[in-house]
């Protein structure tokens, strides 16, 4: 059974950096389309930032040049480096995993809160 755990999250200042880490269990990483997806209060989940198994990317547009996704195969996780916060950042962030063999079912993490403010 596929699981994923999240790590990180916080407060932080406008301008300032934070991380994320999610680590998944019982799958083939290989076959992994890692992502982290953010939720804001009143609105609808927005894609942040996917990673396939070659490292190829893909940033939502709100993102690009301030977050940066990786994956490290021995260590089966995938982490997002997020610069630059701003207030409309604060959110839910999930970590979401789905198997190349089976795209369309979708795992989730718990969810991480990201609050940035002053």
């Known amino acids: 059974q596929v699981q994923l755990a999240e790590y990180g999250g916080g407060l932080v200042e406008p301008g300032g950096s934070l991380s994320l880490s999610c680590k998944i269990f019982g799958s083939e990483f290989g076959f992994i389309v890692m992502g982290w997806y953010r939720q804001a209060p009143g609105k609808e989940r927005e894609l942040v930032a996917v990673?396939?198994?070659?490292?190829?990317?893909n940033y939502g547009d709100s993102v690009k040049g301030r977050f940066s996704i990786s994956r490290d195969h021995l260590e089966k996780a995938a982490y997002l480096q997020m610069d630059m916060l701003a207030p409309e950042d604060t959110a839910v962030y999930y970590c979401n995993a789905k198997d190349l063999r089976n795209y369309d079912v979708d795992y989730w993490g718990q969810g991480t809160v990201v609050t940035v403010s002053s």
């Open positions: 990673i396939s198994p070659g490292s190829s990317t």
